[in-house]
């Protein structure tokens, strides 16, 4: 099973409501990612976590809070979002962060489009 | 980071073979070439990955230029369901699990 699911599928919400997106994976992956993608653009990189510790913030808006309860699962909190931020946002896993090999292979969820209103 | 250049789109005929160009002229020793690609309204796939030697897999072939400058995805025979935007990845070394994806080339597959 190579599956990473992502719920929801859509999301719409207002600037002042909070919300979470949810990523599980169960192929024993120890590495988790979070990746934003507005339309017609290439995914950017916005977190990394390697065994549920948080590795990479791209810089992030604090807007944004990543948490990782357990090796399975990836949660992105959202809270006081702007319109801007309306966008595909996408979950990846791999089995390690070690470069080179068929481990740091990603693999990606479908996204939730979440836009913001 | 080491930058990536690719066109902008390509179009292909059903059944026949695509080769996608990437250009990576700043390329370091250690920095391996990926390849992934994502299909309308789906996250992206991996396709492929290589250091220095050319690969193949059950979805394509890698073609790395001796001097690494730049490499080729060759589709041995595109298929409707093979069009999408394909992403050349440098994935360097120490670079922490980083997917830093370019503007892509979209293909195009005509039946």
């Known amino acids: 099973d190579t599956e990473v699911t992502q719920t929801p599928k859509h999301l719409v919400m207002g600037m002042t409501n909070k919300k979470s997106l949810k990523c599980e994976q169960h192929?024993?992956?120890?590495?988790m990612y979070w990746y934003k993608q507005k339309a017609k653009k290439p995914p950017e990189l916005m977190f990394v976590?390697?065994?549920?510790?948080?590795?990479i913030n791209e810089s992030v808006p604090s807007r944004f809070s990543p948490e990782c309860p357990n090796s399975s699962l990836l949660n992105l909190h959202l809270h006081a979002l702007q319109p801007e931020d309306s966008a595909l946002y996408l979950c990846?896993?791999?089995?390690?962060?070690?470069?080179?090999?068929?481990?740091?292979?990603?693999?990606f969820g479908p996204g939730t489009r979440l836009t913001v209103l | 980071d080491a930058k990536t250049t690719q066109p902008n789109s390509m179009e292909s005929n059903e059944e026949e073979p695509v080769h996608l160009p990437c250009n990576h002229s700043t390329i370091s020793g250690t920095d391996y070439i990926h390849w992934y690609r994502q299909l309308p309204s789906q996250g992206p796939e991996y396709v492929i990955h290589?250091?220095?030697s050319n690969v193949n897999n059950r979805m394509a072939s890698l073609a790395i230029a001796e001097d690494r400058k730049s490499s080729t995805l060759i589709l041995h025979r595109a298929t409707l369901r093979d069009a999408a935007v394909y992403y050349c990845?440098?994935?360097?070394?120490?670079?922490?699990?980083?997917?830093?994806f370019g503007q892509g080339t979209e293909l195009s597959v005509k039946p």
């Open positions: 976590y390697s065994y549920e510790k948080l590795s």
């Open positions: 990846a896993s791999s089995q390690t962060l070690l470069q080179g090999s068929s481990t740091d292979t990603q693999y």
């Open positions: 290589g250091l220095t």
């Open positions: 192929m024993g992956h120890r590495a």
């Open positions: 990845i440098l994935r360097g070394y120490n670079q922490g699990g980083k997917l830093i």
